[in-house]
């Protein structure tokens, strides 16, 4: 489980750690996802670009053709 509770994911850094722990998780089920980082740039509220992770999920699960190696 995550320990820095403070993590900001909308940071480079932060958005390519999401993404570690997301396929990390996955890929201990057996499954491999396929995962992005997209800037999304410059935003006035933040005075920061952010960042998001794009991945080829589909409601939150692995697409089944993935799955395939798992078994």
């Not at 900001?8 to 996802?33: F, K, P």
């Not at 997209?38 to 998001?52: I, L, Q, Y």
């Not at 589909?58 to 053709?65: E, I, M, Q, Y």
């Amino acid at each position: 489980m995550r320990e820095d509770n403070d993590q900001d994911y909308s940071t480079r850094t932060g958005a390519a750690a999401l993404a570690d722990l997301i396929e990390e998780y996955w890929r201990a089920r057996g499954y491999e996802v396929l995962l992005s980082l997209e800037e999304k740039g410059f935003h006035p509220v933040t005075r920061s670009a952010r960042f998001e992770v794009k991945s080829d999920l589909v409601d939150g699960l692995p697409r089944k053709r993935n799955a395939q190696r798992a078994a």
